[in-house]
């Protein structure tokens, strides 16, 4: 049977870990599951049970009337909940952005770093914003910029696709590309 702290106590709460032993002694009643059955019970009852065996009283479901409690030996059941949520953690993929800034007068060598750059991303299954600013008079060439994101739009499509046409918004075009 496991003896907690304060510390404990609050470390416990804040990381929505279930009441054991001592901290349902405010209840009067527990639905206690057991191999048999589940059968409703003082808490007395309940905790007497669990330290003849040498266990925890666990909550297992919490917010209704009655709460919902197993005999279960605390330790391993939190070992278990932490193995499943790491798992859970492991199988997801966080989808990041990442971006590629152009300039409308780009030397081809150049573009083509920016185009390698952009199709690396896309293959890790990020999603790429592609970024052209202009500066001072290139707002009167706001066309070559759409050529060159068109280009590199095009150069990459058979990596991702893009939500939208690029648009125009101020000083800069932009264009988010998802990956396939």
Known sequence: ???????????????????????????????????????????????????????????????????VCKIIDYGK?????????????????????????????IDDHDFEIKKKRGIEFLQKGDKLKITLRFKGREMAHTDIGMKVVNRLVEDIKEYGTPEKAPNQEGRAIVVIINPK
């Open 77 to 105: 059941y939190r070992f278990e909940q932490l193995k499943k949520t790491k798992e859970a953690r492991k199988k997801q993929h966080v989808i990041t952005v990442k971006e590629i800034k152009l300039r409308p007068r």
């Open 1 to 67: 049977m496991h003896r907690r702290s304060n510390r404990n106590n609050n470390q416990q709460n804040k990381f929505n870990a279930p009441k054991i032993n001592e901290q349902l002694a405010n209840t009067a009643k527990v639905r206690l599951v057991t191999d048999g059955g589940a059968e409703i019970v003082t808490y007395q009852v309940a905790i007497e049970q669990a330290r003849k065996q040498n266990l925890d009283l666990v909550e297992v479901s919490s917010g209704q009337e009655i709460p």
